[in-house]
Structures are given as C-alpha cells and as structure tokens.
C-alpha cells in the first residue's frame, strides 16, 4: 500500500533531521543549517503525504462519484511549495552570512553525520520513486523528488565543508547554500506545474495515448468507428471516454457486448482505467456531429 512508502518517509525525515541538526550544532555551517531545515519540511510534507495517500485510497462515495484519488495532487502542491518556502529561508541566510562570515568548527565531525543522513535520504528516495512509478502516485513520486533534493542539498553541503576545512574559505559555505537554493526553488516549481497539470483534467501522456489508439485500431479493422476521444488523469486512475459508432442494425446486445469487450481491453493495456463509452449509428450523419464539448447551446 503507498501509505506504507509514507510511513517509511516520515522515518526516515525523523532520523535524518536529528543527524543534520547534529551536524549544524557542531560545524555552524549554514550549508548544513539549510540541510536541516529541507528535512524538517521533509518531516511536514511526508506527514502530509500519509494524509493525503489514506483519503485518495477511500472508494468513491456520494460526493466525490468519481473518486478521491485527486487528492494525492494536494500532497505534491505541499511538496512544491514547501520546497520554495525552504529555498527562499536557505538564500536569506546563506546571503547574511557571505556578508558576514563565520568560523566553522568540528568540520570532520559535521561531514560524517550529513554523509549519514545522505545515505538514509537517496535509499528512501529510490524505494519511494520506484513505488511511485508503480503504483502511479504522484504524492510518492513528489515525496521522492523532495527526498532527492535533500540528498543533492547535504552533497553540496558536505562539499562546501570540505573545500573550507582545506582551504579555510569560508564564503565558499554560503555561496553553495546559495547554489542549492536555487535548485530547490527550480525543483519546487516542476512539482507545482506537474500539480497544475493533474488538477486541469490534462490529457494522458503521449505514450499512453498511443497504446490506446493500439487497442481501438485492432476494432477498426472490424468497421467500427471511434471518435470523441477524451482522456485524462487523477491521481492513480485514467479515464477514457469514447463514443463508438457500430453498423445501425446491431442489436442492443450486440452493441453492448463490443463496448464490454472494448472496455476490457483498455483496462488491460492501461491497468486502473475507468472507461465511458457511448454508442452511435454510424450511418447517421448526427453521429458524426457531436464530438464537441459542447454539443447542445443555449
């Protein structure tokens, strides 16, 4: 179940917010303060995930006939946004301290705890991205994305310590807490454009299109026809609608039997596709005019 995934984010953001604030104790490297404040948004948006991943799983009810699963794109807006809000805080301090810069000390011993935290943040990430993928979630695969941003936030961190416990630079600190501010606010906006996409009802992707035009081809070669093809979105589930246009002396079983058969071959080939069909004559020209939106004006 994705709350599982959900479960093992907000563990591992626990673990890995105690060893980053550890380190920024020690070291009073702003890089390493910028780490720890992207784990504790870690720590929010992971709690917000379980939420979001438990109401999506509840069946369709009286209120949401079609489901809950679009309210997993609340938990990638959370995602997104506390990604900014994390960015924005990391460039405002990373900037008052290339101003004034401060000695860093037990740099050794800061670097190991973030090298720690790096290694429990990229496993979680690469099971939390795989299960999103397959599960298609998109709250996992933006918990993963934050997670990975995480990971690239405490490399740049634990570099800037290096390159200043070597050659005593200490506006390299700042300068590379500024450099991952920026990625983190470039990674926030995917998120937030990816959300938009999802709550806009945006088509199925071009991969997917193609396999469903695959499985309406093999019924063309029957003399069937199809148009009005809509697809989109929400969350784990697609939705198809099609209008089918079959010979005018078909039976209503007939009719009903091939768009059964047509139903069950898109759920096959795109699993978790709730599928509307409607059927036509298609030796009526009204048939053929009504694949707009919009079919009936005032």
Partial sequence: MPQTYAWLSIAAAVCTMALKAGGYLLTSSVALLSDALESGVNLLAAGVTLWMLTVAAQPPDTEHPFGHSKFEYLASAVEGGG?????????????????????????????ALTVLATAINGGTAWLLWR???????????????HLLTDVWTSVGGVLGLGIVHYTGWLWVDP???????????????????????????????????????????????????????????????????????????????????????????????LPGTAVITHMEPVEDPL????????????
């Fill in 83 to 111: 990604i900014g809000i994390a960015a924005v805080g990391i460039a405002l301090t990373a900037w008052g301290r290339l101003h004034q810069p401060v000695a860093l000390p037990a740099l050794t011993e800061g670097m």
């Fill in 131 to 145: 299960a999103g993928r397959r599960l298609r979630s998109i709250a996992l695969r933006a918990d993963a994305h």
């Fill in 287 to 298: 048939s053929w005019q009504d694949e707009d939106l919009e079919r009936f004006t005032a």
């Fill in 175 to 269: 300068v590379i807490a500024l450099a991952m501010a920026l990625h983190l606010a470039v990674v926030g906006y995917h998120l937030l454009q990816e959300t938009v996409a999802g709550l806009v009802d945006t088509a199925l992707p071009l991969a997917e299109q193609a396999l469903l035009q695959t499985v309406l081809t093999d019924y063309t070669a029957q003399g069937i026809r199809f148009h009005a093809l809509r697809t989109r979105g929400a969350g784990r589930r697609r939705f198809v609608s099609v209008h089918i246009l079959v010979p005018g002396d078909w039976s209503v079983k007939q009719g009903h039997n091939l768009c059964d058969r047509l139903e069950q071959a898109i759920a096959q080939t």
